[in-house]
């Protein structure tokens, strides 16, 4: 057994941990990263956002071979699936995101601690027969998935997000129990590979975090391609065979029961924190009653020298908010005084068409008696996503009516996730509406669809 010192441990090296860890290399400190999973990166990088994009972009290849090459005059031969080489993709796409993130280790002189990170207090942290000492402790966790109760998860038949990411063979039918963001884009990827997909949700719409109307239109887009959905539905039961799954649903309301059959299930009805293991009682870290890590607004915990971020504290579980904390935290730590602006944190669901959003909902604002006016313009009306033959779906952006910066923006529609950015740095600068559309965009652009929707907000949209 050993004893290093080191200024700053980090325990956990997903977005958060990792990118803490480099950013307080880079300030100077001598840093410690400590992970339990062979690869660095985390949830994800290995078993969630890193694998699940590859699949998503691979099976969206395949369908557009399958249904929309024809419209664009392209003819291709017998169309075949060859899921083992898409998988041998998927998987080289995490192992190069390894690899990335143990050369920025190396270049930036971090020590890897290859184990369980567990506090001992008074400044020290345990993994396996070494013993750490740091006057700055981060944990960064991240979280694991929300089990159901009641449904045994063996990753065979009933799988979370990390089995379905590895399935040896489309199933014939899926069920997809949760209709939010993993739930969706992880359906949408079977759906396009041959799967009949049907979501089941316990409320009464997908998505139900996102803009309601961003809700109601992605729920006609995913049934057009062949999506099935049950809302208002809870599930009671699963029994698991060789030959699949039955699965009890009711409605949540109350109702009779029914049963559905499936080949493979899907259980996806969220996250929640990991902090097992972690000696958090012993070190006098407390956690809120959500099973969250309590943290003040400089990320420390109520323990003395010890600092928590990303999934395992408040706020979105998104690796972007956890990287940004990272950053924002050692740069506190440096003696900084750098923000994070949560208002203005980005959250995308990489379906095809993606959604996209920022700042608050209409439903919020109106929940807050806010008073706003909002600019809404379709993609039927631009004449890039015409000639994309993309044309479902709309951007929304809202102003309030008092202080006319822009506060929320909503887009459902091909690329949303990076057209919507130009919205996110608005919001971080106090824009207005008229500042987007006093801003010259190329044409033609998709990103021409958030001009036209900011003219919208003053009543001026040009083309519609």
Request: charge should be neutral; charged fraction near 20%.
């Amino acid at each position: 057994m050993s004893e290093q010192a080191f200024d700053i441990v980090v325990v956990g090296a997903g977005p958060g941990g990792y990118t803490a860890a480099i950013r307080a290399a880079q300030l100077g400190f001598s840093v410690a990263c400590i992970e339990k999973d062979p690869g660095l990166g985390g949830t994800c990088t290995n078993v969630g956002c890193i694998p699940s994009k590859a699949l998503l972009h691979s099976s969206e290849l395949y369908h557009e071979a399958a249904h929309g090459f024809a419209q664009h005059g392209i003819t291709v031969g017998k169309l075949g699936l060859d899921l083992p080489a898409m998988m041998a993709q998927k998987q080289s796409v995490v192992t190069s995101s390894n690899k990335g993130i143990e050369f920025l280790f190396k270049k930036n002189k971090i020590t890897w601690f290859k184990g369980e990170g567990s506090l001992l207090g008074g400044g020290k942290v345990q993994v396996g027969e070494d013993t750490l000492s740091a006057k700055h402790i981060i944990l960064a966790p991240g979280s694991e998935v929300t089990p159901l109760p009641g449904i045994d998860i063996d990753e065979d038949k009933v799988v979370s997000s990390t089995g379905a990411l590895k399935l040896a063979a489309v199933p014939k039918t899926m069920v997809v129990i949760g209709g939010g963001v993993i739930g969706l884009e992880l359906g949408s990827v079977w759906s396009r590979l041959g799967a009949e997909v049907t979501v089941v949700e316990f409320l009464d719409r997908i998505l139900p975090t996102n803009d309601g109307e961003v809700s109601k239109q992605m729920q006609r887009v995913l049934a057009k391609q062949g999506m099935k959905f049950k809302l208002g539905t809870k599930v009671t039961a699963a029994k698991a065979s060789k030959k699949g799954v039955k699965l009890t649903v009711a409605p949540a309301a109350g109702g009779d029961a029914e049963e559905i059959a499936a080949d493979v299930v899907l259980v996806s009805i969220g996250r929640r924190p990991y902090t097992k293991g972690l000696g958090l009682g012993k070190a006098g870290v407390e956690l809120d009653e959500r099973g969250r890590i309590k943290v003040d607004d400089h990320f420390a915990t109520t323990a003395p020298g010890v600092y928590a971020i990303g999934d395992c504290i408040r706020g979105a579980m998104l690796a972007h908010k956890a990287e940004e904390e990272g950053v924002v935290l050692a740069e506190m730590l440096a003696g900084q005084k750098p923000h994070i602006n949560y208002d203005a944190i980005p959250g995308v669901v990489y379906t095809w068409p993606e959604v996209a959003s920022v700042g608050k909902t209409e439903e919020e604002l109106k929940a807050a008696g806010v008073q706003y006016k909002a600019g809404k313009f379709p993609f039927t009306a631009n004449a890039r996503a015409r000639a994309m033959t993309m044309t479902d779906g709309f951007v929304k952006i809202l102003e309030d009516a008092a202080t006319q910066k822009i506060v929320g923006c909503h887009i459902i529609g091909a690329d949303a996730g990076h057209i919507l950015q130009e919205v996110v740095l608005a919001i971080e600068f106090g824009a207005s509406a008229e500042d987007i559309y006093r801003t010259v965009h190329s044409h033609p652009a998709l990103s021409e669809a958030v001009k036209e929707a900011a003219l919208a907000v003053d009543g001026r949209a040009i083309n519609i």
